[in-house]
Nanobody, 128 residues
Framework: VQLQASGGGLVQAGGSLRLSCAAS????????MGWFRRAPGKEREIVAAISRSGDSSYYGDSAKGRFTISRDNAKNMVYLEMNSLKPEDTAVYYC??????????????????????WGHGTLVTVSS
């Protein structure tokens, strides 16, 4: 499984970015997907996660009210729309696919250890 994140870049505070993640897996729709980030000097944290059908989602505290996760199962894509960006959002953003052991388990995964496949990440830099 390959996950390719894109869409990062330099943006001013208050601006917006849309991250995309393309999955090579033909069974994409069977898996919960998540976005994580790692800021300089900080631990990796969950940003958002979305259920297999896209009908439910979870947001980390930093993302609530500003970010929106979505997916297009027909295109094997997951997206992260980020609005009202702040300098503290500066980080490398990673998309991830849940671990195989969660097949058949409902809900979404909210911790990094529950994800098995990771993309290389895309850098988001928010200037003040």
């Amino acid at each position: 499984v390959q996950l390719q994140a894109s869409g990062g870049g330099l943006v001013q505070a208050g601006g917006s970015l849309r991250l995309s993640c393309a999955a090579s897996d033909r069974t994409f729709s069977r898996y919960v997907m998540g976005w994580f980030r790692r800021a300089p000097g900080k631990e990796r944290e969950i940003v958002a996660a979305i259920s297999r059908s896209g009908d439910s989602s979870y947001y980390g505290d930093s993302a609530k009210g500003r970010f929106t996760i979505s997916r297009d199962n027909a295109k094997n894509m997951v997206y992260l729309e980020m609005n009202s960006l702040k300098p503290e959002d500066t980080a490398v953003y990673y998309c991830a696919r849940e671990a195989l052991r969660f097949q058949g388990v409902g809900g979404v995964r909210t911790t990094a250890t529950q994800y098995e496949y990771w993309g290389h990440g895309t850098l988001v830099t928010v200037s003040s």
